[in-house]
């Protein structure tokens, strides 16, 4: 039994526009429902936190970046899945403990099907 | 011009114990021997009249700053010996710290300190103590001179932790045995004392000579190998213990005379000698070393400015643009994969991938304008400053790798104008290059900065290295952006060189040194007359 895409809704953060653009059309191809942000903060405050099934963040970006991000997130949304992007691949050698969760992440560039791999895979692990 | 010291390693230049003394050292040195002599003249002549009576408290404050300042100069070498590991300083650690606890048993068996006839031991033993301590510490610093000169086994491969229990056990053991010897078999040894003031016509043999020939014998070792600023106050030490040999018997052979009073002074200024040394040297050291600090620091800070930082920021930069583009096409296949093709997605996706990749090429040229621009900001400015500013910043590299530095400055020369934050980095640059290309050599390392008027309206400068050269193959790419010979270089640094001196319509180039390495060579516009020449 597969998921159901258009049943999710996936949130997107990245201050640089046109790669927020990128995902929204990568996901949208998908069938996924999409929401955007261009920062982290626009999210918290957008309320739409509860109704999203899956987060994918930037991780270098002004203000709160995508590590403080999913600790926000993962107060209010325990097991909520998030996929982390990053432009700096050394990144992956400094991966903060996360309060115990162990998000995917990925290095720009990358594949798009891998990246629509890792949020069904996420979703259909997801608790719920 | 700067040179470096090509002799020692650069991790011992800060380890006290290899330092070489200079010159003002030395003559201190020397001075305080002369001065010592001169007031043996006074004590033992002009002033030998003079009777001075037995204070008791003083004999228990002299033996107590002297056991302080003994155990402190241990603790200071055995730190040493930490670092070093070297043999010869775990020795003489061990013997002062012998010298500081057979003063604690000294002072234990001196009449009419603690007791009346000594806490410990009877009338010979204080004595006799005094003898061991004179003789056996000079012996350890003959074992120290002679530990430096076998270089074969000179350092201590084990740890160092066991090797110091190792030896303060061994030395407590001496001590121990010394003291037990002086108490117990007291009435077997030599009488050195006639009564507890009076020393026995036999103290000229028993203490006298052999305290004078170990202290000759050490003061030879030490000459022989003199290297280091230890071994210089090392040598002091053992004259002012020998010094303390007459004195003691003349003008009067008894306790608390003028002399006796001498000795104790002198005895005090030479435990002391080596732990001020060694506090001073540690001051020094330790201001050195953060001076190096800073200038690592500095030339850091200086690095990021330069080519390999620059290029990770472009890099940076095109790599958002570049996901974007590859996103996007991702989902606009995806689209035209479906079993309905969404036609109107797809073309949308299209639109953006065009609009990313205009995008791209904006930052490109953003980048070439970066480089345009800030030539606007040029200023008139000294080659010769340039250079040395260039020289210092690159200082730790070049002293880290023993690099000799050729850098006469050119006084013939006019200003140059231009970027000078740029051309410095520039210069920075081609100075790295050059110890990056001598650091693999064992050949002599000479780089050598040159300037000259070139032309009408011009100076050219000039990086020699007599390193590893460019082989032809290479130097046709060596321009070439990502082309690199180095494991850690992103192959960006001369190309921004180059596209930094280019916007200055000026040239950078390179020919083969002889009889090896490479010269890169770099143009400037002089922005002024030459200064009259004379």
Known sequence: MTARPQFFVVAVVDDDQSILQSLEYLLESADYAVRTFASATALLESGDLPQIDCLISDVDMPGIDGFELVRLVHAARPGLPVILVTGYPDRLQRLPSLGGTHPRLFTKPFQGHELLEAVSETLRNAPG | MLKTDAAVPVEQQFVLSNLAPGRAQKRLALGIVIGLLFALYLITGPLSGIQLGAVNGFIAVYATAMFVTDAVTAILLYAQFSILRSRAILVIASGYLFTALIIVVYILAFPGVLAPNGLIGDLQTSAWLYVVWHTVFPMFVVAYALSKEDSSKRLWSGKARPAILWSIALTAALAAAAGYVAIVWEAELPRLMLDPRRFSPNWPYFVGAPIASV?????????????????????????????????????????????????????????????????????????RLLGAVLGQRRERDARLLTGDAVAASIAHEMRQPLTAMITTADAGFRFLDRAAPNLDKAKEAFRRITADGHRAGTLVGSIRANFKSDVTERTSFDLDELIQEALSLGGNELQKHRILVQAEPNRQLP??????????????????????????RDDPRILSVKSAL?????????????????????????????????????????SICRAIVEAHDSRLWFTPNTPQGAVFQFTLLASGPAPAAG
Do not use: H
Not at chain 2, 219 to 236: E, F, G, K, P
Not at chain 2, 470 to 491: C, H, Q, V, W, Y
């Open chain 2, 454 to 494: 070139y032309e009408d309206d011009r100076v050219v400068v000039s990086v020699a290295d007599t390193g590893t050269g460019i082989g032809s193959l290479d130097a046709e790419r060596l321009f070439n952006p990502l082309f690199t010979t180095k494991s850690n270089g992103m192959g960006m640094g001369l």
């Open chain 2, 415 to 440: 200003p140059v104008s231009g970027n000078r934050v740029q051309l410095q980095q520039v210069l920075l640059n081609l100075i790295m290059n050059a110890v990056d290309a001598m650091a693999a």
């Open chain 2, 215 to 287: 202290c000759i014998a050490a003061i030879v070792a030490l000459w022989l190998r003199r290297r280091s600023v230890l071994d210089l106050w090392l040598m002091v030490v053992m004259c002012l213990y020998l010094v303390e040999v007459p004195l003691s018997y003349y003008p009067a052979p008894m306790r608390f005379s003028t002399g006796w009073y001498a000795v104790r002074v002198v005895g005090f200024l030479s435990s002391s000698l080596v732990l001020t040394v060694l506090l001073y040297e540690i001051t020094t050291l330790y201001a």
